[in-house]
C-alpha cells in the first residue's frame, strides 16, 4: 500500500489540503460521499473575505483581525485568527491565478461590503462565490491527480478511524457503490463539513451533511468544542424540503429589513444601529427578526426590500440570486418584498483544534466547518469560505511539515494499518430516529434559548439514548446532540449566537472560554479550555 | 394532492429492471420529486402502492436547490433534476428512471464517472497563470457554473459513454480553461478541443433546453470553437 495522507471530505477544506499536500509532493487520497461539484461549498454565496483594499478605504489585515475576533465575541483564538487574516489576501489572489471571475474593474478586484465589517473586504463571484472556487480548485486538483499526487474516491463514505494505541493508524471508509468497506493506512484529515443533518430539513445545508462523520468521530473520542454556538442567518425562506439562503450580498448590495409596524414599513435595523444598519453582525441581526417578529405591534412577519437596487446591480452582481427567488418562491425580488426569517446556516463549534489544525488525537486533524476554528461565538459573513480554505492549508502544511521533518514518518503507513477500525453499528439512515432527535434539539437550540428548555433538550435525549433498540450509530448522534445541548446550558451567558433570556449578559470573568465535550465510555463530558492569549509578534 | 411515483428499479448493477409505485400525497403545492423521495424513505414502514413491504429507494441529492447536479434522472422520459421538478407540474402518475447513457449502480443511482475521466483527458485545469480580467470572466463564470449532473448527455444524439465525443459536459468546463489559457498549455488544449468536442458535436443543440443550470451554450460554444479554430484557420 503507497502511504498516503487521508482526507474525508473532498469540498473546499478537503480540496485545499489536497492541493497544498501535493504541491509538497506529498500525495493523498481524497474520500467524499459525491464528488466535489455536489459539496455544500458549491452553495456559498456572498464572497470571501481579504483585506486587499482595492477600494481606496485603507483596509488592513489588522482591522479584518479586529472585525473577525468582535464578531466572534473573543471566543477564537487570537494566534489563528490572526494567521487566516494576514493570509487571507494571497489566498484570494492564488484565487485569481487559478482564474476565479471575480467581479473586477479591469484588472482590479472589485470588494463588498458584508455584515459586521466596516470595510469592503469581500471578493465575490455575482452570489455564486463558493461554486466559482470551487470549480476552480476542482481542476487545479485534477492537475495532480493526473500526475499520481491526488487519489479520488468520489462514492465513498467515511466509518471509522483505525488507532493503535491512541492514535490514528488510518481508517476505515465503504464504497457506496459496491457495499466494499476498504482500510487505508495514514495520517487523516477530517473536512467533512458542518453537522446539519443533526437539524435536517431547518438549514441552509445539503443533505449529505448528515453529521455522521463528526458523530462517528465524537463517539470515538474526539474532543469537539463551542457546539452551543448554532448560526441562524437572518435571510432564508422555506422551500420544500430545507430552507433557502438569501445571501448577505443582498444587505452588502443595498437590501434592506422591514417589518410592518401600525401599517407603515419600521426599517428595524436601521433605526436600532445606524452604523452598521442592516450589516450587523448575523447572530445580531437574527435576533432583532426573531424580537420585532414577536412585538404585538408589528406585523408578525419580516422582509426584504430590494425593490430600490439597481439594474447594473441586479444583472452584474445579484442575477443568480433573482433568478434563484424567481424559480423557487415565485417571487421576483427586483419588484417584490422577499418574506425571510432566520435559519440554520452555519456551525461554529465543531471537533477542537489547535492553531496547527490539529486535534487531540496524533495524526488526526480537521479543518472547515467540521472544526471549531476561527469564528468563535458567531461567524461574519465571507469568512466560512476564507476559513475552509486556509484551514484545509494549514492542516496539509502542518502534516508536510511532521512528514518532512521526521524521516520514516510515511513510511510507517506503507502497511495496512496497525489497530482494527471499529466501525458502530447500523450503517444504515433511520429517517425516523433523525426527525425524533433534530425535533427535540431544535425545541432547545433556537435563536433565544432559556434553561429550562435546554433541561428538556437535555432529558428528552437520554431518554433515547436509554431506549431500546438503538444502534451504536444511533447513539453517536444522540450524543454528538446532547453534547450541543450540554455545552449550552453551562455556558450561563449570553455571546455571540448563543442567547439565553435566563441570562441575557456577556460575562467574560467566567465564560470567556472554549468550551469542550467529549464522548468517553459512552458519557458526554464538557469542560472549558482557556483560550490562549495573542502571541507578541516578532 | 395525489401522485402515483412509478420507479424503474433494480437492486444491483447486473439486475433485470422491474417497476414498482408508490403512492404520494401532500398539500404542499411546491413539493418536487426530490420532496416525494425523501419522504417516501422516511416511511415506517415502507410500502409500496400495493400494500407490500419496500426497500429504500436509493437515489442521489445534495443541495435540493439546483445547485449541485446530484439528483438528476430521468423523469416521464425527460432528463432532470428531483429538486427541480416539481409534483404539481406533472401529471397523476410520474414516471422515473435512472440516466440512461452511465452505468446503472442501484435504482435511480448511475456511476457518473465517465465524466470525470474525459475531463482529465481533456486535461481541464489551468497548468500556469489563469487570466482574470473583467472583459472575459463573464464567459468565465458561466462556463464554471456547469454542474456536472449529465443531462445534456442523456439528450445528446451524438454522446455515448465510452465515445470519444465527451459533450456539453465536457466542453463547458473546456470553455473555461480554453479562456484562461495561453501559449503551449493553449496549444495543446486546443487540440484537445477539436478532436473530442468539436468533431464528434453533430449541433442538435438538444442540451440548450435541458440543461438545469440554464447555461448559455450558444456563447460557450461558439466563443471556444473561435478559440480553438482560429489558429487551425489561419495555418491554411
Known amino acids: 500500500m503507497k502511504a498516503m495522507v487521508n482526507i474525508i471530505g473532498a469540498g473546499l477544506a478537503g480540496l485545499s489540503a489536497a492541493v497544498t499536500l501535493a504541491k509538497a509532493g506529498i500525495g493523498c487520497r481524497l474520500f467524499s460521499r459525491q464528488s466535489s461539484e455536489r459539496a455544500q461549498s458549491v452553495m456559498a454565496e456572498g464572497g470571501i473575505n481579504a483585506a486587499l483594499d482595492t477600494m481606496g478605504e485603507g483596509d488592513t489585515t489588522a482591522e479584518h483581525f479586529s472585525d473577525t475576533m468582535k464578531g466572534g465575541v473573543y471566543l477564537a483564538d487570537p494566534n489563528a485568527v490572526r494567521g487566516l487574516t494576514e493570509g487571507a489576501p494571497d489566498i484570494v489572489r492564488e484565487f485569481v491565478r487559478l482564474g476565479v471571475p471575480f467581479q473586477m474593474k479591469g484588472e482590479t478586484l472589485v470588494l463588498r461590503n458584508f455584515g459586521g465589517q466596516k470595510k469592503k473586504r469581500t471578493a465575490y463571484a455575482k452570489s455564486s462565490t463558493g461554486k466559482m472556487l470551487m470549480s476552480a480548485l476542482i481542476d487545479e486538483c485534477r492537475k495532480y491527480e493526473a500526475r499520481g499526487l491526488v487519489m479520488r474516491f468520489p462514492h465513498h463514505d467515511f466509518l471509522s478511524l483505525v488507532t493503535e494505541g491512541g492514535a490514528v493508524t488510518g481508517c476505515a471508509i465503504g464504497d457506496t457503490f459496491t457495499g466494499d468497506r476498504l482500510v487505508f493506512s495514514g495520517p487523516v484529515i477530517l473536512s467533512a463539513g458542518g453537522p446539519a443533518g443533526l437539524f435536517s430539513g431547518h438549514t441552509t445545508g445539503t443533505t449529505q451533511n448528515t453529521g455522521d462523520a463528526a458523530a462517528t468521530a465524537f463517539f470515538h473520542g474526539v474532543r469537539f468544542a463551542n457546539l452551543e454556538f448554532i448560526q441562524y442567518h437572518p435571510t432564508t425562506v422555506g422551500i420544500s424540503g430545507k430552507r433557502m439562503l438569501i445571501s448577505e450580498a443582498a444587505r452588502g448590495e443595498g437590501g434592506r429589513l422591514f417589518i410592518e409596524r401600525n401599517g407603515r414599513p419600521w426599517y428595524f435595523m436601521e433605526e436600532k444601529y445606524p452604523e452598521l444598519k442592516n450589516l450587523m453582525p448575523r447572530d445580531v441581526v437574527s435576533r432583532e427578526i426573531y424580537a420585532v417578529c414577536r412585538d404585538p405591534e408589528c406585523g408578525g412577519q419580516a422582509y426584504l426590500d430590494m425593490t430600490h437596487l439597481s439594474d447594473d446591480t441586479w444583472r452584474g452582481k445579484l442575477s443568480d440570486l433573482r433568478e434563484e427567488c424567481i424559480h423557487f418562491l415565485g417571487i421576483d425580488p427586483a419588484a417584490e418584498h422577499l418574506p425571510v426569517e432566520p435559519g440554520i446556516h452555519y456551525f461554529m463549534g465543531g471537533i477542537w483544534v489547535d492553531e496547527r489544525h490539529r486535534t487531540n488525537i496524533k495524526n488526526l486533524l480537521a479543518a472547515g466547518e467540521c472544526a471549531c476554528q476561527y469564528h468563535g461565538a458567531n461567524r461574519l459573513g465571507g469568512n466560512s469560505l476564507l476559513g475552509a480554505v486556509y484551514g484545509g492549508k494549514t492542516a496539509a502544511e502542518t502534516l508536510s511539515r511532521e512528514i518532512l521533518s521526521a524521516p520514516g514518518y510515511m513510511e510507517g503507513f506503507e502497511h495496512a494499518p496497525a489497530g482494527e477500525p471499529t466501525v458502530l453499528s447500523g450503517n444504515e439512515r433511520d429517517p425516523a430516529f433523525e426527525r425524533r432527535l433534530t425535533d427535540i434539539l431544535m425545541e432547545g437550540l433556537g435563536i433565544v434559548r432559556s434553561e429550562e428548555g435546554m433541561r428538556l433538550c437535555i432529558e428528552r435525549i437520554e431518554a433515547l439514548l436509554k431506549e431500546d433498540g438503538m444502534s451504536d450509530r444511533m447513539k453517536a448522534r444522540a450524543s454528538l446532540g446532547l453534547a450541543m445541548a450540554k455545552s449550552a446550558i453551562m455556558r450561563r451567558e449570553s455571546r455571540g449566537s448563543h442567547f439565553r433570556r435566563d441570562c441575557p449578559e456577556r460575562d467574560d470573568e467566567n465564560y470567556k472560554k472554549t468550551s469542550t465535550a467529549e464522548c468517553i465510555d459512552g458519557r458526554v463530558i464538557t469542560g472549558y479550555l482557556d483560550i490562549p492569549p495573542l502571541r507578541e509578534t516578532v | ?236
Not at chain 2, 85 to 105: A, I, N
Not at chain 2, 119 to 137: A, P, Q, Y
Not at chain 2, 161 to 168: A, E, I, L, Q, T
Request: with cysteine; aromatic share 6%.
Open chain 2, 1 to 236: 394532492m395525489k401522485r402515483i411515483i412509478e420507479i424503474e428499479r433494480r437492486a444491483a448493477p447486473g439486475d433485470a429492471p422491474y417497476i414498482q409505485s408508490f403512492i404520494y400525497e401532500t398539500e404542499d403545492e411546491s413539493a418536487t420529486v426530490a420532496t416525494a423521495l425523501s419522504e417516501i424513505n422516511a416511511r415506517v414502514p415502507l410500502l409500496d402502492a400495493g400494500g407490500e413491504a419496500a426497500e429504500p429507494i436509493r437515489w442521489e441529492s445534495s443541495c435540493l436547490q439546483k445547485k449541485c447536479g446530484a439528483c438528476a434522472m430521468v423523469i416521464d422520459g425527460r432528463p432532470a433534476l428531483a429538486c427541480d421538478t416539481r409534483l404539481s407540474e406533472r401529471g397523476e402518475v410520474v414516471r422515473l428512471s435512472p440516466l440512461k447513457k452511465f452505468p446503472v449502480v442501484a435504482d435511480l443511482i448511475v456511476d457518473r464517472s465517465k465524466m470525470m475521466e474525459a475531463l482529465m483527458t481533456l486535461r481541464v485545469w489551468i497548468e500556469e497563470d489563469g487570466r482574470s480580467h473583467e472583459k472575459i470572466n463573464e464567459d468565465v463564470y458561466e462556463a464554471a457554473r456547469c454542474i456536472q449532473c449529465g443531462c445534456c448527455l442523456e439528450v445528446c444524439p451524438n454522446f455515448k459513454s465510452g465515445g470519444s465525443f465527451y459533450g456539453m459536459a465536457g466542453m463547458s468546463p473546456m470553455a473555461r480553461i480554453l479562456s484562461q489559457t495561453k501559449g503551449g498549455a493553449l496549444d495543446e488544449r486546443r487540440k484537445l478541443y477539436n478532436k473530442y468536442i468539436f468533431e464528434g458535436c453533430g449541433k442538435s443543440l438538444a442540451c440548450r433546453n435541458i440543461c438545469p443550470a440554464g447555461l448559455d451554450i450558444d456563447r460557450l460554444l461558439a466563443r471556444s470553437n473561435a478559440v480553438s479554430l482560429w489558429k487551425r484557420l489561419m495555418r491554411r
